[in-house]
């Protein structure tokens, strides 16, 4: 056996080669990266691949030729590879590179897991103890060994224990507490391309999510994951089982592998597997998604392991499209086509978007989205945000060029849950802010966008919405065009999106929300600066110490009020985030004392909304919602 990884040099180039034609499950490929050394510094220069080379052996030889595909312009595209006994040559680029073999494992990655006490992490899983598919050999399962078999040689670090010792009672983490964790607690966290990743296995998350992938809009992405042991711990079979597909399927995404039913939307696009992605047996599929059969179906035909295309991936692509911290996760800023209506729809649903009119330069753009059915009752999943990946949005920007839009981190539900749509709940809404996210800002200039969305339901119907005009007037006066600059930067964007944070990271975009708040508080945009500052005061804020100690900041309610009285008054943010916002106003007075006030605060809700007009069905759920606030803020004090 001549597969695995090879390393060679010729003068100042050094090349780090892998072989793939024999073994475990072998792609009969061969590839490279090429490092330049000057001085004491490294830099990459470029990968290439071989698809299908021409294998021959001779006694003790074997030689891999063929036309490679190459990441930069040369005018010698052969690639031979000779093989004999330890090491050989490898002819690339037009140079020769004696190779030496290092490692059976196409890659070697160094894994830093931290876990909060309490959240115990994951040891391993045999994978006999419940029936799978037959020919599927029985095996214990840790997460390295489940790489390994990918190809991929993990080195773990000595874990690190987070004590919560006087951390409070809310354990719960929020993705602007998680963003901070990762910047300030990863040792090996940096900004160029590296192969290393760190999980941290925390308690649970606000959303009930089992897992995230951290996946920032900056230049180095994919570096870290988390997984949230509340939601995934168990000592039987089944828990254990569902605790490896999380720790895989998570660090999957720090891999650049996309979720199976998503594959179309990389760069450069792949082909869907079969039910549009949902028929991969995967780590990286939803398991209830599964077609046929769902989690049943899914987990008696798992071999646990990846596909074919994703070990490709895996092993052999380019170096910036795989390794941490190098190209963004998936599809970047490049222009996409608009999502089209299908030829034929029988599912049932209808999707509209819908948006206020006009947007001020530099508002946050929050787009409303509406499911509902158009005829019989119909059951789907209740994952409309386009944060949780089964809608996607596409916005055609004023020049006419269309991108994607990405938002800043990818939550994975793996657990969906059923929404009935009939006449006696006809719809489901989702308010989301499209305006920021991986890519920057989308809405940069004055103009006409136009936004479309795309719904994959339970049933893997996609469900295309008509174009809704988002239109973003130009600034009348001096004060707009001061306030948009303010509105406008990176961090500004990270933390509408966050709803928030304290992370040192952020503190210039929260010294223009300051700015905003102090020097143009009549402004009309106003109301977004003070929504961020009273929704981040009003709630805990956890950080990691240097000394590896859970640190929480307590609420201030009494910020939260006066921020979140101010933007509930304004009249001027959309109806959903507008009942998020009366709901955390109403928490902010009880955890100051006042529960009386607080529950004065849930009718002023109700009431608001029903001056508004609101529909009977959306107010009876309005008003069920006041009163399960009420009664969780009464057990709460």
Known sequence: MISGLYQGQDGDSTLVL????????????VSGDLFAASGATVTYDGSFVLHAPVVTAE???????????????????????????????????GRDYPVRFTSRHFREVVLEQDSVAGAVPFVSYHTGRLRGPDGSPARELNVVEAWAEAG??????????????????????????????????????????????????????????????FDYDDAHQRQGAAVFHDAIKGDSPEAQRAQLRTYVHEL????????????NLATPPQPLGP?????????MNYVQNYRPGGEEGYWAAFPFQFTDAELVHVRHGFFRDVAMGANAFGAGAAEVAPFEQPIE?????????????????????????????????????????????FTQVTITQPSGRTVLYRPMMRHCVDRSPEIRLDA?????????????????????????????????????????????????????????????????????????????????????????????????????LSVYARMVKGLNAEREFKTITAGKRLRIRPPDPKQGIEQLARVAGAGTIDNITLNMVMRRWARAEA???????ARAVLDKMVATFQAKGVNPIIMGQIRKQAELTSQALSLEA
């Open 252 to 263: 999957g995404h720090a891999f650049n592998l996309l979720h199976s039913w998503q594959k």
């Open 152 to 213: 991929v040689g993990m080195t773990v670090t000595e874990p690190g224990v987070i004590p919560v010792d006087g951390s409070g009672a809310d354990l719960a983490w929020d993705d602007a507490e998680l963003h901070h964790a990762m910047t300030q607690q990863f040792s090996q966290f940096g900004d160029a391309p590296a192969w290393r990743v760190w999980l941290l296995v925390a308690s649970r998350h606000v959303g009930g999510y089992r897992g995230i992938m």
């Open 424 to 524: 006696g709940n006809p719809a489901m809404y989702r308010s989301a802010y499209i305006g920021h996210g991986r890519d920057g800002h989308y809405f940069q200039q004055p103009g006409e966008y136009r936004v479309r969305a795309q719904y994959i339901a339970a049933d893997g119907s996609h469900v295309v919405s008509p174009p809704c005009l988002v239109r973003v007037r130009y600034p009348a006066t001096d004060d707009d065009h001061r306030v948009a600059e303010l509105m406008l930067g990176e961090d500004q964007g990270k933390l509408f999106s966050l709803l928030g944070s304290d992370s040192p990271a952020l503190r210039p975009g929260n010294e223009a929300l300051d700015e905003m708040i102090d020097r143009f508080a009549q402004h009309p």
């Open 591 to 597: 955890r100051q004392g006042d529960l009386p006030k």
């Open 59 to 93: 006694g003790d030889e074997t030689r891999a030729e063929g036309r490679g595909e190459f990441t930069f312009a040369t005018p010698d595209r052969d690639v031979r590879v000779t093989i004999t006994g330890d090491g050989g040559t490898a002819r690339v680029a």
């Open 345 to 389: 729809d029988h599912s049932g649903l209808a999707l509209e978007l819908r948006a206020k009119d006009p947007f001020g330069f530099g508002e946050p753009v929050v787009v409303e989205l509406k499911l509902s059915c158009t005829g019989e009752p119909r059951v789907t999943h209740g994952h409309l945000h386009p944060d949780t990946e």
């Open 18 to 29: 892998r072989v793939d034609v024999d073994g475990p499950r072998p792609t009969g490929r």
């Open 275 to 283: 039910h549009g992605g949902f028929g991969d047996l995967s780590w």
